[in-house]
């Protein structure tokens, strides 16, 4: 684990030429992707991102999309990582993995928003009650248990290891944390159009949050057009990397490879 501008990183299959980085979602911590590391790390040289205010071995808090992109990326570029060959983001991830391909600090090749979040285009004052609504729904859960909040957010069944695993996450997350999160997610800022563009870009939307994601979905339409959406079966928001560890994988190795 490598710590830079107080962004603590864990890499994986140094040895490979392929540059594959991991965003987690919120919520959880990096160790998310812990199925899916031993199944990557053989081919790829995998880049996996603490952000702050979800890493354990931190008191960091979350600062913004803006931020963590452009701290991820001066890691890449510090590290003589010129080129990525795919950055994936999870919800919270994928708002950091577009913002990251836009900022061009590295060349990224393909970008995958799994359930990414993109930039409300709303009134100020709408966008305050939307970031109150979900704030209280976080905190909610925070304070009244897991189970709570795994009702509040996802469609999956998770087992009991799973929601003891959300509830060690949450213990930790500040509330702080949890306000930028949702305000800086909701809320980052992008150019009006992508303009030049190079890196291939994918939008995964899960069958279980079509409806969830039809607003990100027009975005990312109008944003870049030439953006190429696939829809996960059987699955709800996130769950792919948990759930269906060797799906996500040979999905991930089909734009990778």
């Given at each position: 684990m490598k710590q830079v501008d107080s962004l603590n990183v864990h890499e994986f299959g140094k040895q490979n030429d392929k540059v594959v980085v991991l965003i987690h979602p919120s919520v959880v911590r990096w160790d998310y992707f812990e199925q899916v590391i031993p199944l990557l790390e053989k081919q790829y040289h995998l880049i996996v991102p603490a952000l702050p205010g979800y890493d354990p071995d931190s008191d960091s808090e979350f600062?913004?999309?803006?931020?963590i992109a452009k701290q991820i990326g001066n890691y890449l570029r510090r590290n003589n990582i010129d080129k990525v060959r795919l950055v994936y983001g999870c919800s919270?991830?994928?708002s950091i993995a577009l913002r990251m391909a836009v900022d061009q600090i590295v060349k990224i090749e393909n970008v995958i928003m799994d359930g990414?979040?993109?930039?409300?285009?709303?009134?100020?004052i709408i966008?305050?009650?939307?970031l109150v609504r979900?704030?209280?729904?976080?905190?909610?859960g925070k304070w009244g248990g897991e189970k709570i909040l795994v009702r509040a957010f996802t469609?999956?069944?998770?087992?009991?290891?799973?929601?003891?695993?959300i509830a060690k996450c949450l213990k930790k997350i500040s509330y702080q944390t949890i306000w930028r999160t949702f305000d800086s997610c909701n809320n980052y800022q992008l150019p009006e159009q992508a303009g030049d563009f190079e890196a291939k870009v994918y939008y995964w939307c899960a069958e279980h949050e079509l409806k969830e994601r039809n607003w990100?979905?027009?975005y990312m339409k109008k944003f870049i057009p030439g953006t190429k959406f696939i829809r996960l079966a059987g699955i709800g928001h996130g769950g792919l990397a948990v759930l269906k560890p060797e799906s996500f994988v040979r999905e991930i190795k089909k734009i990778a490879n």
């Amino acid at each position: 684990m490598k710590q830079v501008d107080s962004l603590n990183v864990h890499e994986f299959g140094k040895q490979n030429d392929k540059v594959v980085v991991l965003i987690h979602p919120s919520v959880v911590r990096w160790d998310y992707f812990e199925q899916v590391i031993p199944l990557l790390e053989k081919q790829y040289h995998l880049i996996v991102p603490a952000l702050p205010g979800y890493d354990p071995d931190s008191d960091s808090e979350f600062t913004s999309v803006e931020e963590i992109a452009k701290q991820i990326g001066n890691y890449l570029r510090r590290n003589n990582i010129d080129k990525v060959r795919l950055v994936y983001g999870c919800s919270m991830g994928g708002s950091i993995a577009l913002r990251m391909a836009v900022d061009q600090i590295v060349k990224i090749e393909n970008v995958i928003m799994d359930g990414g979040i993109t930039p409300y285009q709303l009134p100020w004052i709408i966008t305050r009650l939307i970031l109150v609504r979900d704030f209280m729904m976080l905190a909610i859960g925070k304070w009244g248990g897991e189970k709570i909040l795994v009702r509040a957010f996802t469609s999956d069944q998770y087992d009991e290891e799973a929601i003891r695993y959300i509830a060690k996450c949450l213990k930790k997350i500040s509330y702080q944390t949890i306000w930028r999160t949702f305000d800086s997610c909701n809320n980052y800022q992008l150019p009006e159009q992508a303009g030049d563009f190079e890196a291939k870009v994918y939008y995964w939307c899960a069958e279980h949050e079509l409806k969830e994601r039809n607003w990100d979905i027009k975005y990312m339409k109008k944003f870049i057009p030439g953006t190429k959406f696939i829809r996960l079966a059987g699955i709800g928001h996130g769950g792919l990397a948990v759930l269906k560890p060797e799906s996500f994988v040979r999905e991930i190795k089909k734009i990778a490879n």
